[in-house]
């Protein structure tokens, strides 16, 4: 008697209802870590180095075939500097106009101006805008390709500018690797507008462009 008049047991909790509940932390969770605008490390670095050596490919093959038969490589540049043009010529495809990553000569001595040079502009090699497209054009692939899981323009835009990860750091130091110096004389990239224009504007502007679109697709 004194049991039937206890409190009833409590029934059984229903399994399907305990998984749900469980379930749906997990489920929010995932679902805000795809749409996070996190830097895509290692897709960048491969990307980025990709874009290089691509970009470096297509800038040199044009201006090769657009360079008059008459015209020799060692006309352009000393013999001993070929090695060098082949990647003053890349640095040379970033930017526009009168806003691109200049070639300069320095001297030891303070009364010499720096004289700047672009071998693209002022060669006849034919419209320099289609060398300043290979680099951007190839960046704006590689965005797309990063951003290409991304939800929203903000985690697109992150995702794609992680190009410059590979991108950038190759660029700044081969403006140091490819510097000649002789007999006072130094001639190479020049560090500031490689830093802006190739480190900066094209992977991260023309690579988080892409991703926004991808991000807003």
Same mark, same amino acid.
């Given at each position: 008697m004194g049991s039937a008049?206890?409190?009833?047991?409590?029934?059984?909790?229903?399994?399907s209802e305990s998984g749900v509940e469980s379930s749906?932390?997990?489920?929010?969770?995932?679902?805000?870590?795809?749409?996070?605008?996190?830097v895509s490390i290692f897709g960048g670095l491969f990307y980025g180095v990709l874009s290089v050596i691509a970009g470096w490919i297509g800038v040199v093959a044009l201006f090769i075939s657009r360079l008059p038969?008459?015209?020799?490589?060692?006309?352009?540049?000393?013999?001993?500097?070929?090695v060098e043009l082949f990647a003053w010529?890349?640095?040379?495809?970033?930017?526009?106009?009168d806003f691109t990553v200049d070639i300069v000569y320095k001297s030891s001595a303070q009364s010499v101006p720096t004289q700047p040079f672009n071998y693209i502009t002022q060669l006849p090699v034919g419209? @320099?805008?289609?060398?300043?497209? /290979?680099?951007a054009a190839?960046? !704006? %692939?590689?965005?797309?390709?990063? &951003?290409?899981?991304?939800s929203n323009p903000v985690s697109?835009?992150?995702?794609?500018?992680?190009? @410059?990860?590979?991108?950038?750091? /190759?660029?700044?130091?081969?403006? !140091? %690797?490819?510097?000649?110096?002789? &007999?006072?004389?130094?001639?190479?990239?020049?560090?500031?507008?490689?830093?802006?224009?190739?480190?900066?504007i094209y992977p991260?502007?023309?690579?988080?462009?892409?991703g926004i679109l991808s991000g807003s697709l």
């Open positions: 008049n206890g409190p009833a047991p409590r029934p059984a909790r229903d399994e749906s932390p997990s489920t929010s969770s995932s679902a805000q870590s795809s749409s996070s605008p996190g038969s008459r015209t020799d490589l060692q006309n352009v540049i000393g013999e001993e500097y070929v010529l890349f640095y040379n495809a970033h930017g526009y106009k419209n @320099a805008l289609h060398f300043h497209l /290979i680099p190839l960046l !704006f %692939f590689c965005g797309l390709l990063l &951003a290409r899981k991304r697109g835009f992150v995702a794609g500018a992680s190009v @410059a990860i590979g991108y950038a750091p /190759i660029l700044i130091g081969g403006s !140091f %690797f490819f510097t000649v110096s002789d &007999a006072g004389l130094s001639l190479g990239p020049e560090l500031q507008s490689t830093v802006l224009i190739a480190g900066l991260v502007g023309v690579g988080g462009l892409a």
